[in-house]
Nanobody, 125 residues
Framework: QVQLVESGGGLVQAGGSLRLSCAAS????????MGWFRQALGYEREFVAS????????YYADSVKGRFTISRDNAKNTVYLQMNSLKPEDTADYYC??????????????????WGQGTQVTVSS
């Protein structure tokens, strides 16, 4: 069965960095578009970033542009989210997602064929 397992979350001070990882199994990873979403307490899940199957096309939510970088290693079946200059408003549970159709430019919804269980990120001020 398909599993997406996130890791790398934790507590960090504002201005700090974290690197999230998502290890995929049970699917042909290179055939899937990957995304990161987040959900803060009391809020709906929101799009953070996506990456194409080859890694050549990436999209970001405006709120993280210039601070977050999504990447993938198809040989390791892993997608990453490098988060720099973290702000308290980045505090949320972060979810990895796999989709067999592309995320579009300007995507702002919530869509995936498979979801990870989430990893918590807390940014203190």
């Amino acid at each position: 069965q398909v599993q997406l397992v996130e890791s790398g979350g934790g507590l960090v001070q504002a201005g700090g960095s974290l690197r999230l990882s998502c290890a995929a199994s049970g699917l042909t990873f290179s055939n899937y578009y990957m995304g990161w979403f987040r959900q803060a307490l009391g809020y709906e899940r929101e799009f953070v970033a996506s990456i194409s199957r080859s890694g050549g096309i990436v999209y970001y939510a405006d709120s993280v542009k210039g601070r977050f970088t999504i990447s993938r290693d198809n040989a390791k079946n892993t997608v990453y989210l490098q988060m720099n200059s973290l702000k308290p408003e980045d505090t949320a549970d972060y979810y990895c997602a796999a989709k067999d159709r592309p995320y579009s430019s300007g995507f702002s919804g919530v869509a995936a064929d498979y979801w990870g269980q989430g990893t918590q990120v807390t940014v203190s001020s």
